[in-house]
Structure formats: structure tokens, C-alpha cells
Antibody
Framework: QVQLVESGGGVVQPGRSLRLSCAAS????????MHWVRQAPDRGLEWVAV????????YYRDSVKGRFTISRDNSKNTLYLQMSSLRPEDTAVYYC??????????????WGQGTLVTVSS | EIVLTQSPATLSLSPGERATLSCRAS??????LAWYQQKPGQAPRLLIY???SRATGIPARFSGSGSGTDFTLTISSLEPEDFAVYYC?????????FGRGTKVEIK
């Protein structure tokens, strides 16, 4: 069965960096688009970024553009989110989510359990 | 950015009752709408995609309808495990956006 396991969360000071990982199993990772979605108590669910199956296409929400970078290693079945210049408003549980399409233009059909990122001094 | 407005914020019902949840989009999104269920401490789970298609393994008591700007999620007869928060989400435009959720609680 599809399994997505996030890691890399923690407490980080504003302005610092953090890299999240999402280890995938139970499906052909290289065939599907993948997303990062976050959830903060006061802002609900927010889509963050998407990458197509082959890594050619990527899109970001405006508030993270230029600060966050999504990437994937299909040989390791792993999705990444490199976060830099972190702000307190980036504090959230970060989920990786699988897309049923290769492009990443569809919905989120499977989700990981999430990893908590807290940005605080 | 497309804004999704869900109503009501909270729905208080008893097991066996029918639940009707609404989601309104700020612009036409055709049928590019999905619904998710989230229980405390868990990740969201896909229920409905394409406004009306049930995801794999989702019971038939869950149904979705609508197109354009107005959408509805109906739970025909609430089971104890259905008490949760429900979110709608659009894929008609970037960025993908979610509604703020409707909490279905036990009356």
C-alpha cells in the first residue's frame, strides 16, 4: 500500500534553513507528481509546492517562492523541501502528498503523517 | 487566488442523520473540486474528486455534487466514524486552495 513518511521537522530560528524529506513506498514513485501541503492552526490547509514526476515542472505558492525549493530523487523514492529564510508564519505541520497524475495537476490522493516545523527564536 | 467558502463552520448532528456541507468558489472552477476528511491527529483523506467521483474505498453514503461555483458534500446517514472536519479543495487554478473546513460534531 502507498506509504509516505516525512522527516526533518523541528524547531528553527527565524532566518535559518531546514530540509524536509518524504520517503515513498508502495507505488512507482517516478510516475507521479508530488506535493507539499502545510497546516497551521490559524491558517488551515495551504498548498505549498508541486513537482512533476520527472522533475521538469515545479510550482510554488507566492509566499514561499524564492525561499523554498522542492526536489525529488526518483532513484531514492524521496521528495524534498528545502526551506530557507524561514519566518514565524511558516510554522505548520508539513505533509507530503501524492498526486494521481504524472504532472501534479490533479488532487492529493495519499498523504503522509506530517512533520512539524516550528519557527521561533 | 480562488477563495473557497465553506458553510456551515460547524454542523451538530446525531448518528443516522443526513449531513449536507456546502462549498462555494469565488470563480468558476468547472468540476475541479475535491473533498477531504480529517480526524484529530491524522492527515486529510481524499473522499471525492471531480466534484462527484468517490475515491477508492470511500463508502457510498458519501456523495458530491455541483459544478461551476457551488458544490455540496452529502453524507446520507452519519456513522460514528464520520464525525470529523471536512475540507473542499480546488484544482482549477494555481495556487491550489482549500476551504476553512466544516466540523461535523455529535449533537
Amino acid at each position: 500500500q502507498v506509504q509516505l513518511v516525512e522527516s526533518g521537522g523541528g524547531v528553527v530560528q527565524p532566518g535559518r534553513s531546514l530540509r524536509l524529506s518524504c520517503a515513498a513506498s508502495g507505488f512507482t514513485f517516478s510516475s507521479y507528481g508530488m506535493h507539499w501541503v502545510r497546516q497551521a492552526p490559524d491558517r488551515g490547509l495551504e498548498w505549498v509546492a508541486v513537482m512533476s514526476h520527472n522533475g521538469i515542472y515545479e510550482y510554488y505558492r507566492d509566499s514561499v517562492k524564492g525561499r523554498f525549493t522542492i526536489s525529488r530523487d526518483n532513484s531514492k523514492n524521496t521528495l524534498y523541501l528545502q526551506m530557507s529564510s524561514l519566518r514565524p508564519e511558516d510554522t505548520a505541520v508539513y505533509y507530503c502528498a501524492k498526486d494521481p497524475s504524472s504532472s501534479g495537476y490533479d488532487v492529493f490522493d495519499h498523504w503522509g503523517q506530517g512533520t512539524l516545523v516550528t519557527v521561533s527564536s | 487566488e480562488i477563495v473557497l467558502t465553506q458553510s456551515p463552520a460547524t454542523l451538530s448532528l446525531s448518528p443516522g442523520e443526513r449531513a449536507t456541507l456546502s462549498c462555494r468558489a469565488s470563480q468558476d472552477i468547472s468540476n475541479f473540486l475535491a473533498w477531504y476528511q480529517q480526524k484529530p491527529g491524522q492527515a486529510p483523506r481524499l473522499l471525492i474528486y471531480g466534484a462527484s467521483s468517490r475515491a477508492t474505498g470511500i463508502p457510498a453514503r458519501f456523495s458530491g455534487s455541483g459544478s461551476g461555483t457551488d458544490f455540496t458534500l452529502t453524507i446520507s446517514s452519519l456513522e460514528p466514524e464520520d464525525f470529523a472536519v471536512y475540507y473542499c479543495q480546488q484544482r482549477g487554478n494555481w495556487p491550489r486552495t482549500f476551504g476553512r473546513g466544516t466540523k461535523v460534531e455529535i449533537k
